[in-house]
């Protein structure tokens, strides 16, 4: 039993087996190295890597495998220290990891030794690798070497992931322009371009494709990938199209299917598409349909505008309606009555400049006076409220040898009844759980109160220390008449 626990990781996290006539199959697989016992001074530890092509191999090669080893140390600093290890290959299937000082060295509990093999080339086989692991370490009573088996799955190689994304670099071509064909796709497929009257092989790393001959109609090509161990072959098609195409003859007795119709004389294009028809202008901008009428069950639009330029504007945004003036400002909505289930915006006034406002951030709302940013005054029957502190570590004095007070400015709520006052104590120092009066108010008037507090097992409490922990009253205050 070995005195130290090897876990082993990969990525991918299933290692897949390589498939003759592919890409080698790679990967990386991690040894880690913990101790859960006592610390194990340890000299060497070695890796067996099974090599062949069976399902117990890991890969044929183990020259592509580049090895690294690094020890955290958990336990002794502040912050895990990392350290690199020696590893280096012993061998025709061995890696050998040794300290870097060359020396013994404690494996303490909790650190971690992170073996880092790079690049494998996976064996073609799918099973179980098992790798071998042999440490080397010092007892009491001599050199102890002892075996693991730490088991590594490679999983069967799944099917090559089909081609995608036919495509020509221009939807839309010109006569005798130029055309390439691009897709994305595996480099293990064997590729071939069909098109009417022949077809072309590619190689499987080109991705792309030019025609010998532009085409001067409509034409559709077909990407014909196949797998060269499977022979499963995919199939993708992509159109394209010529702006202006050249027919020896048309004769049509039913009906015409075409992608688009256009003018000779004047080049406005009617495009058909899968939900209607689209207008084009004689520069392929967007047309105009002239009508004396339109009898329509809806309208999908980006906006509408009067018949002048500097008529308003109504744009149609994903979260609603913008309504704009002429010249891009925002607009005006004349209504003699809004009936709406809800108002999103950022601030209410009145219909003149100096009226009262209201904005409203994330924690409530603010009431300003006169157009400005000076608080306001929220008027109702029953009263009005407001809120303050005081600041931290001020205004404290001294009320008995055991106790002392503040006296807290109301002025600013401009109460003008008796005001009932809420209280909390606050402060960065802290300790104030340990206050007794916190809540108690005395002296109230409509422009001041007073708090008196005192440690709950009577001991000396002094202004200082309110200073030192930066006490202040939260308070909130209620009028009524």
Not at 73 to 100: E, L, M, R, Y
Request: charged share 20%; net charge negative.
């Amino acid at each position: 039993m070995t005195a130290l626990t090897y876990t082993i990781l990969t990525d991918p996290p299933s290692l897949e087996a390589s498939v003759d006539g592919r890409s080698p199959s790679t990967g990386t697989a991690y040894l880690m190295v913990t101790n859960t016992g006592e610390t194990v001074p340890w000299l060497r530890i070695e890796i067996k890597v099974p090599v062949g092509d069976g399902a117990g191999h890991l890969t044929r090669d183990i020259s592509t495998i580049k090895p690294k080893g690094e020890y955290t140390d958990t336990q002794s600093g502040p912050q895990a220290d990392t350290q690199p290890v020696i590893v280096q290959p012993q061998g025709a299937n061995v890696f050998q990891v040794t300290p870097q000082s060359g020396r013994i060295e404690g494996f303490a509990p909790g650190d971690y030794m992170l073996l880092t093999l790079e690049d494998v080339t996976v064996a073609p086989t799918a099973g179980v690798a098992v790798l071998m692991v042999t440490e080397t370490i010092r007892t009491p009573s001599g050199w102890q070497i002892s075996d693991a088996a730490v088991p590594l799955v490679k999983a069967a190689p799944k099917e090559i992931p089909p081609p995608r994304d036919f495509r020509p670099d221009k939807a839309m071509l010109d006569a005798g322009e130029n055309l390439t064909l691009s897709w994305d796709g595996s480099n293990d497929f064997s590729y071939e371009i069909r098109f009417p009257g022949g077809q072309v092989d590619v190689a499987p790393d080109a991705r792309a494709w030019s025609p010998a001959e532009a085409p001067k109609r409509a034409t559709t090509y077909i990407l014909v990938a196949t797998d060269p161990t499977t022979q499963q072959q995919h199939f993708l098609t992509t159109t394209v199209q010529v702006r202006y195409p050249v027919l020896e003859t048309l004769t049509a007795t039913i009906g015409i299917d075409t992608p688009w119709v256009q003018g000779t004389a004047n080049k406005g294009r009617v495009t058909f598409t899968d939900t209607g028809v689209e207008i084009f202008n004689n520069s392929g901008g967007q047309g105009t349909v002239t009508a004396d009428k339109a009898d329509l069950n809806g309208v999908n639009t980006e906006w509408v505008q009067g018949r002048s330029s500097d008529d308003g504007q109504i744009t149609f945004p994903k979260d609603g309606i913008d309504v704009r003036q002429g010249n891009g400002a925002w607009g005006n909505v004349h209504a003699d009555k809004a009936d709406l289930n809800g108002v999103n915006t950022e601030w209410v006034q009145g219909r003149s400049s100096d009226d009262g406002w209201i904005s409203f951030p994330k924690e409530g709302l603010n009431v300003y006076r006169a157009g400005t940013h000076e608080w306001g005054t929220v008027f109702a029957k029953h009263g009005r409220m407001a809120s303050g502190k005081t600041r931290p570590g001020q205004g404290w004095r001294v009320y008995a040898p055991n106790s002392i007070c503040i006296d807290v400015d109301t002025t600013a709520g401009q109460f003008t009844g008796n005001p009932i006052y809420l209280t909390s104590i606050g402060g960065a120092g802290g300790m104030q759980y340990d206050l007794v009066g916190t809540s108690a108010v005395y002296d109230i008037t409509a422009n001041k109160f007073s708090v008196y507090l005192k440690w709950r097992d009577d001991r000396d409490l002094t202004p200082a220390m309110a200073q030192q922990f930066g006490w202040y009253i939260n308070w909130i205050g209620y009028d009524t008449p």
